[in-house]
């Protein structure tokens, strides 16, 4: 009996699963230090995983970069991925799924709106067989309210009209297992909207709620212009609903323009004040001026994505690494010891 516990120990001890937590930071000097903290302190409190801890850099212009050079010093757990300027959110979550070994991959923010602690949840969620589990807010405290009104509104105008059911009021704070990664990793857009990409990919998906903490410290990086691009990419990423928005338009306005051409040439034909519809021809010209110049900003949004599509442009830039060794795998035992990463996404 002794033996065969030893032999389990041993056995567990060979088959620890690695994590990797992906951090995103731009211009984060105020929550740095702490969200470090809080995330070695998370990952002591799980003896059960090895953890990388896989920050990008995305260009900031603070002094994140020297800090997260430090944090890689003091914690062998601590890589980071510096961005040769500034490339968004969304890229940066890319980049650190490419790059990640882990068996399974958390994303999660650095302003600590999402708790590390809740990724215990996660992790348990991952042991019960989920590929993908994703971290549902309940509550968003420290939020404007224009913010919560255009978040609830945005996600419930997006799930109408994409194809795909994209969870509610969902952040990118999730696991995803290493199967999905591989799926993710393969997926090649410009425009990326990473938690629609999730939904699409399948898997076993499962909802985690949980209480969204405030900033702990400095601003919001998503300035309403941001957030617009942001909600933009979502929308026309997952559906070509607005395209067929823009054909209804032109229907219904074509119906209208019918009956006019009808009653202006009745009017012309039988009666003798056929100029007097001046008021008319203005309304019906402008109207049919109105409906053709949004589709054709509509379809205009649609080929400039294809024009960003065709002209393959490496999706970031990578100029510098640190727990990377040239052939770009992880460089110290601490970190997931498999798999290469492409430094330069093609
Ligand atoms: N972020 C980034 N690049 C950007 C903007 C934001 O890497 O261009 C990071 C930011 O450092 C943070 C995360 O994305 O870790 C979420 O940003 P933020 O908290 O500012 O957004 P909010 O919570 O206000 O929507
Ligand atoms: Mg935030």
Same mark, same amino acid.
């Given at each position: 009996?002794?033996?065969?516990?030893?032999?389990?120990?041993?056995?567990?001890?060979?088959?620890?699963?690695?994590?990797?937590?992906?951090?995103?930071?731009?211009?984060?000097?105020?929550?740095? *230090?702490?969200?470090? @903290?809080?995330?070695? %302190?998370?990952?002591? #409190?799980? =003896?059960?995983?090895?953890?990388?801890? +896989? $920050?990008?850099?995305?260009?900031?212009?603070?002094?994140?970069?020297?800090?997260?050079?430090?944090?890689?010093?003091?914690?062998?757990?601590?890589?980071?991925?510096?961005?040769?300027?500034?490339?968004?959110?969304?890229?940066?979550?890319?980049?650190?799924?490419?790059?990640?070994?882990?068996?399974?991959?958390?994303?999660?923010?650095?302003?600590?709106?999402?708790?590390?602690?809740?990724?215990?949840?996660?992790?348990?969620?991952? *042991?019960?067989?989920? @590929?993908?589990?994703? %971290?549902?807010?309940? #509550?968003? =405290?420290?939020?404007?309210?224009?913010? +919560? $009104?255009?978040?609830?509104?945005?996600?419930?105008?997006?799930?109408?009209?994409?194809?795909?059911?994209?969870?509610?009021?969902?952040?990118?704070?999730?696991?995803?297992?290493?199967?999905?990664?591989?799926?993710?990793?393969?997926?090649?857009?410009?425009?990326?909207?990473?938690?629609?990409?999730?939904?699409?990919?399948?898997?076993?998906?499962?909802?985690?709620?949980?209480?969204?903490?405030?900033?702990?410290?400095?601003?919001?990086?998503?300035?309403?212009?941001?957030?617009?691009?942001?909600?933009?990419?979502?929308?026309?990423?997952?559906?070509?609903?607005?395209?067929?928005?823009?054909?209804?338009?032109?229907?219904?306005?074509?119906?209208?323009?019918?009956?006019?051409?009808?009653?202006?040439?009745?009017?012309?034909?039988?009666?003798?004040?056929?100029?007097?519809?001046?008021?008319?021809?203005?309304?019906?010209?402008?109207?049919?001026?109105?409906?053709?110049?949004?589709?054709?900003?509509?379809?205009?949004?649609?080929?400039?994505?294809?024009?960003?599509?065709?002209?393959?442009?490496?999706?970031?830039?990578?100029?510098?690494?640190?727990?990377?060794?040239?052939?770009?795998?992880?460089?110290?035992?601490?970190?997931?010891?498999?798999?290469?990463?492409?430094?330069?996404?093609?």
């Amino acid at each position: 009996m002794g033996l065969s516990e030893g032999a389990e120990i041993f056995i567990g001890s060979i088959v620890e699963k690695c994590v990797s937590i992906i951090i995103p930071c731009y211009n984060e000097e105020e929550v740095i *230090r702490t969200t470090l @903290d809080r995330l070695t %302190a998370f990952c002591s #409190s799980q =003896p059960d995983y090895a953890f990388e801890l +896989l $920050f990008v850099d995305d260009g900031s212009s603070d002094r994140t970069p020297a800090l997260l050079r430090q944090a890689a010093v003091d914690d062998a757990r601590v890589r980071v991925l510096y961005f040769a300027r500034n490339f968004g959110h969304q890229i940066a979550v890319t980049a650190g799924i490419d790059a990640s070994t882990g068996d399974a991959v958390v994303l999660i923010d650095a302003d600590l709106q999402d708790p590390p602690e809740v990724i215990a949840g996660m992790l348990e969620k991952w *042991r019960d067989g989920y @590929d993908v589990v994703y %971290a549902t807010r309940i #509550s968003r =405290p420290g939020e404007s309210a224009f913010k +919560l $009104f255009t978040a609830r509104a945005f996600y419930r105008v997006l799930n109408r009209l994409s194809e795909v059911p994209i969870p509610l009021d969902t952040g990118d704070f999730r696991l995803m297992s290493r199967p999905v990664v591989e799926v993710l990793k393969n997926m090649p857009e410009r425009h990326r909207f990473v938690r629609g990409m999730v939904s699409w990919v399948g898997f076993r998906q499962i909802a985690l709620p949980y209480e969204r903490a405030e900033r702990f410290a400095g601003t919001s990086k998503y300035p309403l212009r941001k957030m617009l691009r942001f909600a933009t990419d979502g929308i026309l990423s997952f559906s070509v609903k607005p395209l067929q928005v823009s054909i209804a338009m032109g229907l219904i306005s074509a119906l209208f323009a019918m009956i006019g051409i009808i009653y202006a040439l009745g009017l012309r034909m039988f009666t003798a004040t056929w100029v007097e519809g001046w008021t008319a021809l203005m309304i019906a010209v402008l109207f049919l001026g109105g409906v053709q110049l949004l589709s054709l900003g509509i379809i205009g949004e649609y080929i400039g994505r294809i024009y960003t599509e065709v002209k393959q442009r490496p999706l970031y830039i990578v100029r510098e690494t640190i727990g990377f060794s040239e052939n770009g795998a992880a460089e110290h035992s601490a970190a997931c010891p498999t798999s290469a990463t492409a430094r330069t996404r093609k």
